[in-house]
């Protein structure tokens, strides 16, 4: 069995990947590639590679904070680190280019975030609104209570000139520009990138960077294995055992299952593996101990 071949994990499937190594590309995928090369400023809008690639990297953000929790006994240690999704909207007409309301509004306001919160990592996305206003989702890994995250939220806008009126009383602050919710368990991760983060709506694009995020969720290593023999037979033995919903293609297998939440890989050392990866991972983000 080729080696070329491998298995990617989600949070609920896994993925087996065909090997088409020698198989010659047609004239359309040519094309698309050589214009992707030649793609090398922002064209306001989410590719589809892009919008892959933060999936995949929100997800095992998530996956590797649910490993974690799961697999440690200490209270102590225990973090129960949840991720929080905010929707930041600006407060009157923007009046300056996209650009400035990222350097004057945005970058500081997670500036404050980070040192006024604890914020550790975090990842923004930026859109157009109906109105042609620029706003902004971010996730982070942190709780902030609403008012204060509503307060800080319009203070920025105040300083940057966004409004002439500088929010008060900050224990009780209001105002309809910012939305604070918990993401309730950290499988659902998913379906928020999907609803919020990755969507295009094709409305105006937006100008320079449409997306970041701090510099450690860049480094994620995604959980992955060689599709070998002994993990062929491994996979088949619990098929086996257990059903769930197989989708075959042309150049990949789709399994339906989760193998860090499906009861039929509890006991089998793929869930090991893939545990193992997000361990490292959330010890890389969060400078944890490794767990014995």
């Known amino acids: ?69 799961k697999c440690q006994n200490s209270d102590e240690l225990r973090k129960n680190r949840k991720l929080r999704f905010l929707t930041l909207t600006l407060s009157a007409r923007q009046s ?24 550790e990592h975090y990842f923004w996305r930026a859109e157009a609104q109906k109105n042609g206003n620029i706003h902004f989702h971010l996730v982070i890994d942190a709780f902030i209570d609403k008012s204060k995250v509503n307060y800080l ?45 990755t969507k295009n709506e094709g409305g105006r694009k937006i100008f320079g960077r449409i997306w970041g995020c701090s510099d450690g969720l860049r480094e994620l ?19 086996d055992k257990h059903v769930y919903e197989v989708v075959k293609r042309d150049v990949f297998i789709l399994h339906m299952a989760s193998v860090l939440r499906h009861k039929c890989f509890e006991d089998s050392w793929l869930r090991t593996e893939i545990e193992d990866v997000y361990l490292l991972n959330y010890r890389q983000l969060y400078s944890s101990p490794l767990i014995e």
């Open 221 to 239: 290593v995604f959980p992955a294995v060689a599709f070998t023999q002994e993990v062929a037979e491994e996979i088949i033995r619990v098929e």
């Open 153 to 197: 939220w319009d203070w920025h806008q105040w300083k940057s000139g966004i409004t002439d009126v500088m929010p008060t009383e900050i224990e009780k602050y209001h105002s309809p520009s910012t939305r604070i919710e918990a993401i309730q368990g950290n499988e659902a991760v998913a379906g928020y990138i999907t609803k919020y983060v």
């Open 96 to 119: 300056m280019i996209d650009n400035d309301v990222k350097r004057r509004l945005l970058i500081p306001f997670i500036s404050d975030l980070k040192r006024l919160f604890h914020v």
């Open 1 to 69: 069995m080729s080696s070329k071949q491998s298995v990617q994990f989600s949070s609920n499937h896994f993925v087996i990947y065909r090997d088409n190594s020698g198989k010659t590309a047609t004239e359309k995928q040519i094309v698309a590639l050589s214009q992707s090369w030649k793609r090398n400023e922002y064209n306001g809008y989410l590719s589809r590679a892009t919008r892959s690639k933060i999936v995949k990297m929100l997800n095992c953000w998530a996956e590797s904070i649910y490993v974690y929790d």
